[in-house]
């Protein structure tokens, strides 16, 4: 199956500063990467949409000042979190769309984000 | 998006078949059914989809009720590899990401 990839896998980080996470489509191009956010014993929930070239599309409540999301090639997309709080510690998890007939999503392995 | 209802929980041994199902009474005629697994501390990942016929990959089977309104994902012989949560999502059409629900945790037993 496809691969994407992930980096960092975790990062600790200060409150106030900013994170960057990338994401990578290893043997795919992908004109469209999600952004997910998990908390601790809860489902996945959908940040924003990344289409290569153009805008994000954020979801209801997602601060899109807060969540910059950047996705430049067909590769790679990455998500900051801006002046990051405590409450802002998740599991922050990328997929891509594999194009063609299946258009199926391949998720990356998650980074941890704690926030101190 | 169409609701899917899925059992909280199931347990299995090892080397048995695990039918883990899934209901979707609201499903339109253009919706996949894709079920993805999530192992602890990781990302979720592909296992089978299908629209209307029974499906059959590597990893699983998946059966698709006549209606449609329900599916079942079978794994064929568990192992402690497969304890997971396994998520069955309806993907509409011209909406591409996926909205995911609570799912089932399937714990193995040995």
């Known amino acids: 199956g496809a691969v994407v990839s992930q980096h960092p896998s975790r990062v600790i980080c200060k409150s106030g500063t900013s994170v960057k996470i990338e994401c990578r489509s290893l043997?795919?191009?992908?004109?469209?990467m999600f952004w997910y956010r998990q908390f601790p014993k809860q489902s996945l929930m959908l940040m924003a949409t990344s289409n290569e070239g153009s805008k994000a599309t954020y979801e209801q409540g997602v601060e899109k000042d807060k969540f910059l999301i950047n996705h430049a090639s067909l590769t790679l997309s990455t998500l900051t979190v801006t002046s990051a709080h405590p409450e802002d510690s998740s599991f922050y998890i990328c997929?891509?769309?594999?194009?063609?007939?299946?258009?199926?999503?391949?998720f990356g392995p998650g980074t941890r984000l704690l926030v101190l | 998006d169409a609701k899917t209802t899925q059992p909280n929980s199931m347990e299995s041994n090892e080397e048995e078949p695990v039918h883990l199902p899934c209901n979707h009474s609201t499903i339109s005629g253009t919706d996949y059914i894709h079920w993805y697994r999530q192992l602890p501390s990781q990302g979720p990942e592909y296992v089978i989809h299908g629209l209307t016929s029974n499906v059959n990959n590597r990893m699983a089977s998946l059966a698709i009720a006549e209606d449609r309104k329900s599916s079942t994902l079978i794994l064929h012989r568990a192992t402690l590899r497969d304890a997971a949560v396994y998520y069955c999502i309806l993907r509409a059409t011209g909406r591409r990401a996926l909205t995911f629900g609570s799912g089932t945790r399937l714990q193995v037993q040995p």
């Open positions: 997929s891509a769309l594999a194009g063609g007939m299946r258009e199926t999503q391949y």
């Open positions: 043997d795919f191009q992908a004109t469209t």
